[in-house]
């Protein structure tokens, strides 16, 4: 009897999803039961389907449509407004007409956020193949492709070709270039890296107003190589993930400090914080 009392007063939201989940355990027992020739037909359409049925997210710049594959992508895409709000106000700060460079940009939160509604222009850098499809879905998916460049690099201290800690099977996930205790893939993706002055000086990219800069690991390198542009008036801003009291952060600092930059906030989580330079 208390049981017919409880599913009287659940959420209606709550007992149509655990009826989605008993009719999608069932396709999938179904699937198996097919011949191989059959169980690839429908598996594959049906798979095509739920990545053409974007998650819409409403944003105060409009709305935003978000391929999803993968529990993380699906978090992230839900949270962009609330997990770094500190980063939202970051961006929406963004002068009329900027470059933002947004290194480690994963699935494109931030990218098509800073993109939408403005004339930011984007250089998105993501190393990981499986974010970086689906930071390129995310961007056609908004008709954003031609304010958002999508690179497939990793950026460092210098040309390399570098071997990235990766699951394939982990969409959305953050990534490094480094062995870390949270990181623990077995499993090795070769990725293409470069110095960020390298792409300035050599390759034409634009000169970035803001930077972005999410890289687990890797951000002492990233800012050794972009030394020089980082010496370029037009460079306003940087923001990054840094541990403030570790050697590694210490330097880091100093080398935005050498570089004329000081910093003008922070956002603290965990045992890390988010920190914003300004130049001057």
Known sequence: MSEFVEELHQDPEDV?????????????YRLQKLSPRARARLQSDFAQRMVETTLPIETPKGKLSFVLLGKTSAGRAMSLLTKQPATIEWIDGFQPGSVFWDVGASIGV???????????????????????????????????LDQIDCLLVGLGSEPAIARLEVSQFRPGK?????????LPYE?????????????????????PNYVKID?????????????????????????LEVREKSKGGQRIIE???????TAMGKDVHGGSADLIFKRG
Not at 174 to 182: N, T, V
């Open 16 to 28: 149509e999803e655990e009826l989605a989940k008993k009719e999608f355990g069932l396709l999938m």
């Open 110 to 144: 931030f990218s098509l956020y800073a993109a939408l509604g403005t004339d930011t222009k984007v250089i998105a850098f993501e190393p990981a193949a499986v974010n970086y499809y689906l930071l390129s879905a995310n961007c056609e998916a908004n008709s954003l």
């Open 174 to 182: 953050s990534f490094s270039f480094r062995g870390h205790k949270d």
């Open 215 to 239: 890289a687990p690991g890797s951000a002492e390198a990233i800012i050794a190589g972009v030394s020089r542009t980082l010496r370029r008036p037009e460079v306003r801003q940087i923001h």
């Open 187 to 207: 499993t090795k993706q070769a990725a293409v890296v470069l110095s960020a002055d390298q792409l300035v000086e050599q390759y034409g990219l634009p000169c």
């Open 255 to 261: 080398m935005l400090k050498q570089s004329g930059f």
